[in-house]
Nanobody, 123 residues
Framework: QVQLVESGGGLVQAGDSLRLSCATS????????MAWFRQAPGKEREFVGA????????YYADSVKGRFTVSRDNAKNTVYLQMNRLKTEDTAVYYC????????????????WGQGTQVTVSS
């Protein structure tokens, strides 16, 4: 079965950096587009960033553009989210998703989801 496991979250100070990892199994990783989403308490889940199966393109929400970077390591079947210059507004549970198709750039079709990892940014 497809399994996605996020890790790397934690409590950090504003301005700090974190790198989240999403380790996958049960899929041919190199054929999947990968994306990151986040959800803060009381808010809708929102798109953060994505990387295509070939790593030829990356996409980012305006709120994180220039600060966050999505990358992938096919040898490790893992996708990463490098988060720099973190802000308190970045506090959320971060989820990764794997998909072969998209409804639109921020909406994967029938994705597989991880369980999430908590990121808390304090001031």
């Amino acid at each position: 079965q497809v399994q996605l496991v996020e890790s790397g979250g934690g409590l950090v100070q504003a301005g700090d950096s974190l790198r989240l990892s999403c380790a996958t199994s049960g899929l041919i990783f190199s054929t999947y587009n990968m994306a990151w989403f986040r959800q803060a308490p009381g808010k809708e889940r929102e798109f953060v960033g994505a990387i295509t199966w070939s790593a030829s393109n990356t996409y980012y929400a305006d709120s994180v553009k220039g600060r966050f970077t999505v990358s992938r390591d096919n040898a490790k079947n893992t996708v990463y989210l490098q988060m720099n210059r973190l802000k308190t507004e970045d506090t959320a549970v971060y989820y990764c998703a794997a998909t072969k198709t998209w409804v639109d750039i921020s909406t994967p079709k029938a994705p597989d989801w991880g369980q999430g990892t908590q990121v808390t940014v304090s001031s």
